[in-house]
T-cell receptor, first 113, second 110 residues
Framework: DGGITQSPKYLFRKEGQNVTLSCEQNLNHDAMYWYRQDPGQGLRLIYYSQIVNDFQKGDIAEGYSVSREKKESFPLTVTSAQKNPTAFYLC????????????FGSGTRLTVV | SQQGEEDPQALSIQEGENATMNCSYKTSINNLQWYRQNSGRGLVHLILIRSNEREKHSGRLRVTLDTSKKSSSLLITASRAADTASYFCATYSGNTPLVFGKGTRLSVIA
């Protein structure tokens, strides 16, 4: 079955550490996205990519980095520069930027310890 | 930037009743989409309505769009306990990815 897989489901980060969240899709979608969700809030866009080796900043890109070396993969690194990283991170993919619905992964919950 | 704003923030109804959620947005759009999120899970796409459409149905879901008022509504008929979730509207304006609202938390009591 085609889908989008995020791992790990739970992640704990110590102060000053960089951590990488994985996102893999086998839907042959060109576009991929990272959103952050805080309790009781909507989704805020971190980064998105419409094609391999190209990506754009979203509304809250500071303290995050991404790469898109393969069509199937769009990992997100939460760097030590992100001062408040505790949140639920959602990866999504789509055939185009917004003309069709997005398929979401099941999310990664990141907690700073 | 938050484009869509859902109303109400929370809604509690009895099983079998209809649930109506509203979404207002600020700028012109190409389409508007509704998603469901169960607690601690990813979002699931429910329905997409284009700017030249006024109403769309999918099973027990009915979505309306009024571009003159910049608003949309999602109606879930004959609700079930399994419909308990958060519902988000998202807008696509053609130049950026989807922009999501803060959602409506729906509780359906059996």
């Amino acid at each position: 079955d085609g889908g989008i897989t995020q791992s790990p489901k739970y992640l704990f980060r110590k102060e000053g550490q960089n951590v990488t969240l994985s996102c893999e899709q086998n839907l042959n979608h060109d576009a991929m996205y990272w959103y952050r969700q805080d309790p009781g809030q909507g989704l805020r866009l971190i980064y998105y990519s419409q094609i391999v080796n190209d990506f754009q900043k979203g509304d809250i890109a500071e303290g995050y980095s991404v790469s898109r070396e393969k069509k199937e993969s769009f990992p997100l690194t939460v760097t030590s520069a992100q001062k408040n990283p505790t949140a639920f991170y959602l990866c999504a993919s789509s055939m185009s930027r917004g003309s069709y619905g997005y398929t979401f992964g099941s999310g990664t919950r990141l907690t700073v310890v | 930037s938050q484009q869509g704003e859902e109303d109400p923030q929370a809604l509690s109804i009895q099983e079998g009743e209809n649930a109506t959620m509203n979404c207002s947005y600020k700028t012109s759009i190409n389409n508007l989409q509704w998603y469901r999120q169960n607690s601690g899970r990813g979002l699931v796409h429910l329905i997409l309505i284009r700017s030249n459409e006024r109403e769309k149905h999918s099973g027990r879901l009915r979505v309306t769009l009024d571009t003159s008022k910049k608003s949309s509504s999602l109606l879930i008929t004959a609700s079930r306990a399994a419909d308990t979730a958060s519902y988000f509207c998202a807008t696509y304006s053609g130049n950026t990815p989807l922009v999501f609202g803060k959602g409506t938390r729906l509780s359906v009591i059996a």
